[in-house]
Every structure is written in C-alpha cells, then in structure tokens.
C-alpha cells in the first residue's frame, strides 16, 4: 500500500512516499515562499522517480497547519483534490502533530515557529488532542511559558509520524481545513 504525507505548512515542501507504512521515498525543498510553483512538480516527481501513477496511492495524510497561511491552503488544496478525484482517504494532521508523534506521544507543551511568535499546544496523551492551539508573540510566550518545558524544533521521525497518521480518522475531503489560529494581515 503506498501513501503520500503533504506538508507546506512552513518555508519548505515536503512530500514523503511511503510503501507499507515505512519510508521509500521524500523531497523536501525550500520553497522561498514559492509552495504554489515548486508542490506539483514535486509530488509528480515523487511519483515517476518511483515509477508509480498517481493512481496508485492508496490514502493521503495532509498537514492542515497552523503555518503559512498560504503554504496551508496550497498542501491542503492539493490533498482534498487528490482524495476526491482519485476516492481515496484522507488523513488530517497539524503541524504540531508532526512534532508530537515524532517525540513518541510524550505528554506536554509542544511549540512550532512563526516569523512572529509560537503556535503552542499542550498533549495530555490522546492522539490528536490539540483542539485548543493558540498563537503567542514572542513576548507573550516567553511571559507564559518561561517555567514550562517546551517541545520544538524535533527532528521528524517520519515513521513514528506514519504510525500514529495511520489511525486517525479517515476525512471527507470537502470537510478538510486548514487550521488558522492567529489573525492574518488582511484581517487586522
């Protein structure tokens, strides 16, 4: 079975292949806030150099954010329009899961980056319990959590991240979205 994790959340794209639940294949390029030039070419790329059709992916996994506003839109965009076209299933999973299911589910506060403060999540040992990510400043951050130990910057293990994907619930495509936790330029 092969299936495909999308992620444009942050400066680079990521497209991982893998064949029955372990890794066979990935490019992750910086994209220099170019997702929308360099994501399609890069999963067509993924797919011919392992001589496979598109058809031939089994089920998607996406990374709804919080991350680029943009970079979202553009992966989960991407991953609906693969699912519904090809009736495959789709997975969704935030950029803070990524970071949690690579730390083996370890309970606590976990952190991803933004040019201008932290998404932060509190884990309590559910899988896929971080309804409640909020967006802090720099400063506001660093008021709230400088007693707490914070999870950030983990290297991905892509596998561990397959492992607990895999059994999430699988998501009508229409009913994928991505997460926009912090209020975005235009809107201020």
């Known amino acids: ?12 794209v990521l497209f991982v292949l893998y064949k029955d639940g372990k890794v066979l294949d990935k490019i992750n390029k910086e994209s220099n806030m170019r997702h929308s030039e360099i994501a399609m ?8 150099r392992n001589n496979l059709k598109i058809n031939d992916i089994n089920e998607i996994f996406t990374v709804i954010g919080p991350g680029s506003f943009t ?8 991953a609906k329009t693969l699912a519904y076209l090809l009736k495959k299933p789709i997975r969704s999973i935030s ?3 990524l970071e949690y299911f690579s730390n083996g589910l370890k309970n606590g506060f976990y952190r991803v980056d933004e040019k201008n403060g932290y ?7 559910k899988v896929y319990s971080n309804t409640d990510i ?16 914070i999870y ?7 596998e561990e991240i ?15 979205n991505p997460i926009y936790v912090k209020q975005i330029e235009v809107e201020k």
């Open 41 to 48: 070419p890069s999963l067509i790329d993924l797919i011919e």
């Open 162 to 176: 397959y492992k607990y994907a895999s059994k999430l619930e699988e998501v009508n495509p229409h009913l994928v």
């Open 71 to 78: 970079g979202v839109r553009i992966g989960v965009t991407i």
């Open 1 to 12: 079975m092969y299936s495909v994790l999308i992620d444009t959340h942050d400066k680079n």
């Open 134 to 149: 909020k967006y802090y400043s720099i400063e506001e951050f660093e008021n709230n959590y400088k007693n707490e130990e």
């Open 95 to 97: 950029s803070i899961d």
């Open 119 to 125: 998404f932060v999540a509190n884990y309590d040992g």
């Open 152 to 158: 950030s910057n983990i290297e991905l293990n892509l």
